[in-house]
Every structure is written in structure tokens, then in C-alpha cells.
């Protein structure tokens, strides 16, 4: 089994809005990544907990807040976006820190 | 450095056989990955090197060469849902996964 899955699919929200998006895996993986991807670019990473703990935090801006609960479930919470944030949101896992990654289906944000 | 180079575009006929290279700056090399991405879909995992040579998984296959900082991605016996966009992806020493631009590739009938 090499699902991932997020919720929701698709969220429009107001710049004023607090939302969170949601990624579970229960392939027993100990790392996970929140990328962001615009169309017809490539993955950007934001984000990557090892063993729950945030190893890397690419210079995201602060409207945007990780959470890993767990080794299966990873968070992000946002608040007061723009609208260029609106991209697809997208999670990731893997055994370890550089092996092959695993996506999620993506949650389609849309800033208003 | 993570200069990670690959063709915008290809197109070839159903049946035939495409080869997409990828090339990238050989300091701090980790790992080599190639994904498979549909337009409004999310990128799908083919193919891991982290040794030199050629992989082969169905009508797929990858190769490395880690000295001359180069790879390739080997689609045999193109179907139309080949189309897509093929990401190149390198992880180097600090674990993160830095991506290529992309090349699409169009099957013709």
C-alpha cells in the first residue's frame, strides 16, 4: 500500500480565514513533506518533519504552520493567505529523508 | 548546486520509443528519482538510481551515471496515457528533493 491521502480535495478560502489542511499515511514512513506547486511548475518544498520533528523549513512565510500530531498524520494551518498562495498544496512521505517520496492526491487552494 | 536540466518538450508516436535526459551538478549527489505527473494529478513515483547504471521496471527504464552528473528516462512502447510530464528529481546532501522543470511528453497517434 503507497497511499496518501488529503483532505480536503479543494478549499476556497478568504484572506481572513483560518483553515488547515490535512495528510495521513499508514505505511509506517517517518518522514513527511508539504510541497506547494504552481501550474506548470515543478513541486516546491515547504516543509519536512523526520520522526515528527521539522528538519527543514524552506524560509515559508509565517501564515503557514506545520503540525505532525503523529508518525502518521501531518497538518498544515493557514492563515491570512494571499492570493498568490493559491497553488496545489501537496504531501509527501518516505521511509527515510532521501528516498523515493510518495505523494497525496493535493488539496487545490484558492485564495479570494 | 542543483542545477537540474531537462528538455521543455518531446512528442513522439504511439509505439515508439522516447528517451528524456536529465543532467545536474554532481557535488553532494544522493539520489536520482523520476515521477510521472498528470496534468492536475499528482506526481507518481517510477524510478530510484543511486547507482550507476540502467534500471528496468516494465516498459520503463532509468540510467545513471553519477560521474558525468547525467540520467535518462527510457519509455518503450508508447501508449497515449504516456502523456504526461516527467519530473527529474535529484536529493543531494541535505536531503531535500530538488526537481527539474519538467518535460512533457505528447503521444501521437
Known amino acids: 500500500d503507497t497511499e496518501v491521502t488529503q483532505t480536503p480535495k479543494h478549499l476556497v478560502m478568504g484572506m481572513t480565514n483560518k483553515k488547515s489542511l490535512k495528510c495521513e499515511q499508514h505505511?509506517?514512513?517517518?518522514?513527511m513533506y508539504w510541497y506547494k506547486q504552481k501550474a506548470k511548475k515543478p513541486p516546491e518544498l515547504m516543509f519536512v518533519?523526520?520522526?515528527?520533528?521539522?528538519?527543514i523549513n524552506e524560509s515559508v512565510p509565517s501564515r503557514f504552520s506545520p503540525e505532525c500530531p503523529n508518525s502518521s498524520l501531518l497538518n498544515l494551518h493557514l492563515h491570512a493567505l494571499q492570493p498568490e498562495d493559491s497553488a496545489l498544496y501537496l504531501c509527501?512521505?518516505?521511509?527515510?529523508?532521501?528516498?523515493?517520496?510518495?505523494f497525496g492526491p493535493g488539496t487545490r487552494l484558492t485564495v479570494t | 548546486g542543483q542545477n537540474i536540466d531537462q528538455p521543455t518538450e518531446m512528442t513522439a508516436t504511439e509505439g515508439a520509443i522516447v528517451q528524456i535526459n536529465c543532467t545536474y551538478q554532481t557535488s553532494g549527489f544522493n539520489g536520482l528519482f523520476w515521477y510521472q505527473q498528470h496534468a492536475g494529478e499528482a506526481p507518481t513515483f517510477l524510478s530510484y538510481?543511486?547507482?550507476?547504471g540502467l534500471e528496468e521496471k516494465g516498459r520503463f527504464s532509468s540510467f545513471l551515471s553519477r560521474s558525468k552528473g547525467y540520467s535518462y528516462l527510457l519509455l518503450k512502447e508508447l501508449q497515449m496515457k504516456d502523456s504526461a510530464s516527467y519530473l527529474c528529481a535529484v536529493s543531494f546532501n541535505d536531503y531535500k528533493l530538488s526537481f527539474g522543470a519538467g518535460t512533457t511528453v505528447t503521444v501521437r497517434a
Open positions: 538510481n543511486v547507482l550507476d
Open positions: 518533519y523526520s520522526y515528527e520533528k521539522l528538519s
Open positions: 505505511m509506517g514512513h517517518r518522514a
Open positions: 509527501a512521505s518516505s521511509t527515510r529523508q532521501a528516498r523515493e517520496q510518495y
